[in-house]
């Protein structure tokens, strides 16, 4: 399984960005998948993770109501909207895939990961 994730970049806050992830394999919608980021001279956290099927979504507290998750499995993709972002947004962005069966928000079950995209929120 490969992902690469996109649509990083530096925005003011208070303003959005949306990052994709494609990925290749032909059972993706069987994977459950997650977004994690690293923020500077920090470790690596968990954003936002979706089920196979859609359904449940988790999101960390920090970016509840501002990010969204979702997926697209006729295209191999999963993306994560990010509205009314701030300063402590500011980290490398990664999509990840568990290919399960439990369905999990802890980094260490994720089986498969993208190379990051950058995303840096200026105050």
């Known amino acids: 399984v490969q992902l690469q994730a996109s649509g990083g970049g530096m925005v003011q806050a208070g303003g959005s960005l949306r990052l994709s992830c494609a990925a290749s394999g032909h059972t993706f919608s069987t994977y459950h998948m997650g977004w994690f980021r690293r923020p500077p001279g920090k470790e690596r956290q968990f954003v936002a993770a979706i089920k196979s099927g859609g359904a449940p979504t988790y999101y960390d507290d920090s970016v509840k109501g501002r990010f969204t998750i979702s997926r697209d499995d006729a295209k191999k993709m999963v993306f994560l909207q990010m509205n009314n972002l701030n300063a402590e947004d500011t980290a490398v962005y990664y999509c990840?895939?568990?290919?399960?069966?439990?369905?999990?928000?802890?980094?260490?079950?994720?089986?498969?990961w993208g190379q990051g995209t950058q995303v840096t929120v200026s105050s």
């Open positions: 990840a895939a568990d290919l399960g069966p439990q369905f999990a928000v802890v980094e260490i079950m994720y089986d498969f």
